[in-house]
């Protein structure tokens, strides 16, 4: 089983805190969304034994494609790709988007989940961080979806925004409860370099969010979603039994996926490769029949790596067994031993599985690098 992720590299107006890839001015749309299909084409042969289990189509804003280009790109990935009977499709989507006529169309090009960017149900926060809608798009978006017979949403919120307080947080969250979505995601707010967030706070325009916001903030949102039946399968998923999301956890479980667009990555299992994140690069490169990719052959201490990482954030957790046996006894052994030097807080062994405790959710990625093998003895 495989995933196919298509990057939409467009928005209307630039969040001040995104450092993803993705244009302001629509342009290139049409010409993009040519290079889309043209991609599709060259890569096809080297995926033709591959079932297509999810499509997933993320931003940029995706919601922002005309509704042509999306039906191109959909029979071309129907005529050339084996995708299963029932797919997961997701389409990432901004609440401003979500017209009457827009979600039709997307259904009737086979959009069945969406995912909708809310961040949070606040005008002062949307303002702040120059999101492209307001709070009651947020609120009216996700009535329409449901009343146009999408069932299948989830919706993205951000803590530890500046001067959003624990209250105006909880009620975020409970906001969102009301909803009874079957999956959402929650990020902490990263100040990434070279954004205007960065800059804003530089400069005094945006205050500074206190270092132990973001953790009480999670520790609230842990409680709110266990009290509403939320599993937390992923330090960021939250899902109701049975809801969740099919093409990150491919990713999560090590499975292959073929990225198109700019700055997309695909994974074949042994090689990963990524598109120049650049609108007219591509189109002009993908035009002239050339993949615009640089690629990396990902050796035993980089897949290692890669997996602890991504597994440790996941309920399912590090297995033994795989360490075991996809990279023999030595590096086995390493990870027993860098274990026994990790905060014994932090995780606990259950069967086969290294999972982390509710204290060691707080510090996934720094478990992870404490488990990491960095020098070249096990390449
Ligand atoms: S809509 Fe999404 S991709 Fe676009 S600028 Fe905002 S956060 Fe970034």
């Known amino acids: 089983m495989a995933g196919i992720y298509l990057h939409i590299p467009f928005c209307k107006q630039a969040c001040y805190y995104c450092d993803f890839h993705f244009s302001t001015s629509l342009r290139l749309v049409d010409a993009l969304s040519d290079a ?13 034994d591959e079932e297509i289990q999810t499509i997933y189509f993320g931003g940029g804003t995706p919601s922002l494609l005309p509704t042509s280009q999306l039906e191109k790109i959909m ?39 969406l995912s909708i960017g809310i961040q949070s149900f606040r ?24 009343e146009m017979g999408f069932e299948d949403l989830t919706a993205d919120l951000i803590y530890a925004l500046p001067e959003l307080t624990d209250a105006d947080w909880v009620a975020n969250v409970d906001q969102l409860m009301a909803m009874k979505l079957p999956h959402f995601s929650a990020y902490c707010l990263t100040v990434e370099e070279k954004t205007p967030l960065e800059a804003h706070i530089r400069k005094g325009k945006i205050p500074e969010v206190p270092e132990e916001t973001a953790p009480r903030q999670f520790e609230l949102l842990l409680d709110m979603a266990a009290t509403h039946g939320y ?6 998923n939250f899902a109701q039994p049975g809801h969740h999301a099919k093409h990150n956890s491919n990713y999560w479980n090590g499975s292959r996926y073929l990225g198109i667009g700019p700055s997309a990555h695909s994974f074949d299992g042994e090689k990963r490769w990524w598109n120049v994140a650049n609108n007219p690069a591509y189109i002009k490169t993908i035009t002239a029949g050339d993949f615009p990719a640089e690629e990396e052959i990902l050796d035993r201490r980089t897949r290692y790596n890669e997996y602890i990482l991504t597994a440790l954030r996941t309920a399912r957790g590090i297995s033994r067994m795989h360490i ?10 390493f990870m027993l031993n860098s274990l026994r030097e990790c905060d014994t807080d932090w995780y606990q062994v259950l069967g086969d599985s290294i999972v982390l405790t509710r204290a060691g959710k707080h510090y996934a990625d720094r478990m992870a690098s404490d488990l990491f093998i960095l020098g070249d003895d096990f390449i």
């Open 36 to 48: 889309l299909v043209h991609e599709l084409k060259l890569r096809a042969p080297a995926w033709q």
């Open 75 to 113: 029979g071309t990935l129907y005529s050339l790709y084996k995708v299963t009977d029932k797919p997961e499709i997701t389409l990432e989507a901004n609440p401003d988007d979500l017209t009457i006529s827009k979600l039709n169309a997307l259904k009737d090009a086979g959009i069945n989940r």
């Open 123 to 146: 005008d002062e926060d949307l303002q702040r961080m120059n999101r492209a809608h307001n709070a009651q798009e947020a609120l009216h978006c996700i009535r329409l979806a449901r």
């Open 231 to 236: 599993e937390h399968y992923e330090i960021s």
């Open 324 to 333: 075991q046996t996809q990279f023999g006894d030595k590096m086995y052994s």
